[in-house]
């Protein structure tokens, strides 16, 4: 069963400052999703990675996967308070399922 | 382009009712996929449907089932409701059939059972 784990789950940073959030998964996929979800809000896509060695950047996050060791990567560069969200990675599975780490809380301190 | 659309948005249910929630997805969208959103158990896949079929389930018991219309419309029903299904419902809606798309979440009917 694939399991999706994502670390850290909770995020405090300071304004300015860099950080980056992962995402392991158990079982072979060359699929991966990024998702930004505010209070009470649907999920957001961010980004589609689907190879090995993709990378997507758009404004300040930067999303790399590396499918060999079943890792993907969420850089924040100098974060600022409009980037406070949880932060989801998701797994492509058969068809278009898709398996969801527990979420990533960030809150940028100004 | 319209985005995904999800009907009703919020819902009171009491216990031992049942519920049917409905999503329409994008023009020309053909999957949708339904997930349950909850505090505990955090994003969980309901069931996919793709042209009408129902191509993937989840762990869910009997009485979570769908259905796809002709025009990519679905349908979630939940019978029996119980306390615990108390959740966010999510559907997505995408174009492609093997995965390698992005997926449009619409914004959810909230379901809160008494």
């Known amino acids: 069963e694939l399991k999706v784990e994502q670390n850290p789950l909770f995020l405090s940073m300071q304004e300015g400052k860099n950080y980056t959030i992962y995402c392991n998964y158990s079982t072979t996929s060359d699929r991966l999703y990024w998702y930004r979800q505010d209070p009470g809000k649907s999920l957001e896509s961010l980004f589609v990675?689907?190879?090995?060695?993709a990378v997507k950047q758009e404004g300040r996050l930067m999303a790399s996967l590396d499918t060999k060791a079943r890792l993907s990567t969420l850089h924040i560069t100098a974060a600022v308070h409009d980037l406070s969200a949880t932060y989801f990675c998701a797994v492509g599975q058969y068809g278009n399922k898709l398996v969801f780490g527990a979420g990533t809380i960030l809150r940028v301190k100004s | 382009k319209a985005g995904v659309t999800q009907t009703p948005r919020y819902l009171i249910k009491t216990r031992g009712q049942q519920v049917t929630l409905s999503c329409s997805p994008i023009?020309?969208?053909?999957?949708v996929s339904w997930y349950q959103q909850t505090p505990g158990q955090g994003l969980q896949f309901l069931f996919e449907y793709f042209s009408e079929t129902q191509r993937n389930k989840g762990n869910f018991p009997g009485r979570f089932s769908g259905r796809q219309f002709s025009n990519s419309r679905s349908e979630m029903n939940v019978s029996t409701l119980e306390l615990g299904d108390s959740a966010l419902y999510l559907c997505a809606s995408s174009w492609g059939r093997e995965g390698y798309n992005e997926q449009f979440f619409g914004p959810g009917t909230r379901l809160t059972v008494l």
């Open positions: 023009s020309g969208h053909r999957s």
């Open positions: 990675l689907l190879s090995n060695g």
